[in-house]
């Protein structure tokens, strides 16, 4: 009797441990930005006013388009405050030349100086360096034009002095 009660007592005890882990991924909802198919390849620390190689790499099993001309057009930028702003090289965005990164590629999108866009003028005619803080750089990319699947990328940077 003894045995047979330890037993049930473990089990339960394991039914209990299962139900609750499960229960947590069931009710995790879907995965983070973060894992989508196209993922930033940035380092999470930067100097203030350092330049910066904005790549990606496609970790999905299907292709993605971007515009070549001006990728950085593309995507949206926010301090830890949740301001949005404009970096430079996503002032001038009127010619889309459209490409593909496959399913295994990383490719170079552009080059930031981390500075901030005050006046766009066809092109930004007055910037400044963002001071030491968080930032934020979130994009969606579809899989064609019209957009049959897309996926999203954030990523979350530090300028330090």
């Known amino acids: 009797m003894v045995r047979q009660r330890s037993f049930l007592t473990v089990t339960t005890y394991l039914i209990t441990i299962l139900t609750v882990i499960c229960g947590a991924v069931a009710f995790a909802g879907p995965p983070t930005p973060e894992t989508g198919d196209i993922q930033f390849i940035l380092k999470p620390t930067y100097k203030v006013g350092e330049k910066i190689e904005f790549k990606v790499r496609n ?50 999108l552009f080059e930031w100086d981390g500075s901030e866009c005050l006046l766009d ?41």
């Open 59 to 108: 970790i999905g099993k299907v292709s993605y388009a971007y515009n070549q001309k001006y990728p950085a057009c593309d995507f949206s930028y926010f301090d830890s405050d949740g301001r949005e702003f404009v970096i430079p090289p996503a002032t001038h965005c009127d010619q889309i030349v459209t490409v593909t990164i496959k399913p295994g590629e990383t490719k170079k």
């Open 121 to 161: 003028d066809f092109g930004c005619a007055k910037s400044e360096t963002l001071p030491a803080g968080t930032y934020t750089i979130e994009g969606t990319f579809a899989s064609d034009p019209d957009g049959d699947i897309s996926t999203e990328t954030v990523a979350t940077i530090q300028f330090v002095k």
